[in-house]
């Protein structure tokens, strides 16, 4: 069965500087590949994906994800935070087979301070 | 603008009580999921639906029940609350046809069994 790490439980950083959030996942099948974030008392909402093609994924809020096929990772970078990026972060991927469901990982909580 | 909304942000019942939360989507998406969400633990799958009046158990679907009845409404049903069951409640939904199962979340529902 699918899963997924994510290696850091919480990161602290400084504003403007750069972040990286690591994600490794285990299939070594064709996958979809997600990254969601989680502001305070919210919802998940969709930051990137990775269905296929170029292994840089550019999503909202200046985030971008590197596919590494043979490193089954996918891990989510910032060149330069801000305090609003504040949240907690989740790396998800499709099941085995590209099914409906989604293996989510237990969650990176960043923090940005001042 | 898609949107999954819940009828509740924040529920505090009883043990013994049962519980119902309400999910509806108005992207006329074909799968719907119950996770909860518990610091440290990520999302856990309780149940999905891939159709009206289909149900599949998830990862902890112990203590819980599920009903589709329409396809735009999901509820997640504790038929006798307990406190380990104080959680936070999300629900999402999906398209068979997007082939990509990218999920789209609602708010959540904070549930405390006292």
């Known amino acids: 069965a699918q899963s997924v790490t994510q290696l850091d439980s919480q990161v602290p950083v400084f504003e403007e500087a750069p972040v990286e959030l690591r994600c490794n996942y285990s299939?070594?099948?064709?996958?979809?590949l997600f990254w969601y974030v989680q502001y305070p008392n919210q919802g998940l909402q969709l930051l990137l994906k990775?269905?296929?093609?170029?292994?840089l994924v550019k999503g909202i809020n200046g985030f971008e994800a590197e596919f590494n096929k043979s490193q089954t990772s996918f891990h989510l970078r910032k060149p330069s935070v801000h305090i609003s990026d504040t949240a907690e972060y989740f790396c998800?991927?499709?099941?085995?087979?590209?099914?409906?469901?989604?293996?989510f990982g237990k969650g990176t909580k960043l923090t940005v301070n001042p | 603008d898609v949107k999954v909304t819940q009828s509740s942000r924040y529920l505090v019942k009883r043990t013994g009580e049962k519980v119902f939360l309400e999910c509806v989507q108005d992207?006329?998406?074909?799968?719907m999921f119950w996770y909860r969400q518990d610091p440290g633990l990520g999302l856990r799958l309780i149940y999905f639906?891939?159709?009206?009046?289909?149900?599949e158990k998830g990862d902890i679907p112990e203590g819980y029940s599920v009903s589709r009845e329409k396809k735009e409404r999901f509820s997640l049903i504790l038929e006798s609350a307990s406190t380990n069951q104080t959680s936070m409640y999300l629900c999402?939904?999906?398209?068979?046809?997007?082939?990509?199962?990218?999920?789209?979340f609602g708010p959540g529902t904070r549930l405390t069994v006292t």
């Open positions: 999402a939904s999906s398209s068979l046809g997007s082939g990509v199962y990218e999920q789209y």
């Open positions: 299939s070594s099948v064709s996958v979809y």
């Open positions: 990775y269905l296929s093609g170029s292994t």
């Open positions: 998800a991927v499709s099941g085995d087979g590209g099914s409906e469901k989604l293996v």
């Open positions: 992207m006329d998406h074909e799968n």
């Open positions: 639906s891939y159709d009206v009046k289909m149900k």
